[in-house]
């Protein structure tokens, strides 16, 4: 497989998800060599390393239980151990439950921010030194519409995509001179995820375009993101007109 990532090591997490899934297939048919992050559905997993394997492409799969502050280093480890220090990082894991202010307790915000804001913070934090040492670097986080609007998901699931901005900016402003760009992509309501935080017939009703979004489109502007040398320190949306801005 040739294409802008070919040779190149990327590590998706949340790999076993319909948004995960698409951006793995996009990526391998770039040329990359991928690492399959997942939590819980390893049937799910296995079968995409098999469909890329099947195409000619190269691709394993790593389970990793991103609660645990010591498994984003480990999933960033057994990926280099097997394939190659990491070019592209895409952090696309989320843990999501809807609940309302008042049944929130302090675990689940903690649990919440473990998996969508901590997690992502030590990949890149694992990822970027090698990424240093040969000057060139992708990082991608994949937020929420909900980070911009508050969303329907819950103040904790919000808070914790809304953190992934800042991270972007931080991590951004200080490694693009290292040939490492930092982006975040803040997709809503995109289908096959089982993610949806209610029912589709009502959630498509509060989308301007009509309908709910496809995980391939979600991958393919990630894709575009990701081989744009020049585009860093971008959060970009993907919403269906959602949050204009």
Sequence with gaps: MDGPFSGRVALITGASGGIGQAL????????????????AHGRAAEALAAEITAA????????????RAEAPGQLVRAAAEALGPVDVLVSNAGLSRV?????????Q????LAVNLRAPFLLAQCAVPSMRERGFGRILFVSSVAAFTGG???????????GL??????LASRLAASGITVNAL?????????MLPGDPAELRRQVPV????QPSEVADLAATMLANAYLTNQVISLDGGIHPR
């Design 186 to 194: 803040a997709p809503a309501l995109v289908a096959e995820t089982g």
């Design 165 to 170: 901005h800042g991270l972007t900016h931080f």
């Design 109 to 112: 915000f903690d649990e919440m």
């Design 152 to 162: 329907i998901v819950g103040p904790h699931y919000a808070a914790s995509k809304a």
């Design 56 to 67: 000619g492409g190269t691709a394993i799969t790593v389970r990793a239980d991103l609660r």
């Design 99 to 107: 609940q309302p202010l008042e049944d929130i307790t302090a675990a």
């Design 24 to 39: 793995a297939r996009r990526l391998a048919a770039s040329g990359a060599v991928l690492a399959l992050g997942y939590g």
């Design 210 to 213: 009509g309908r709910l979004g």
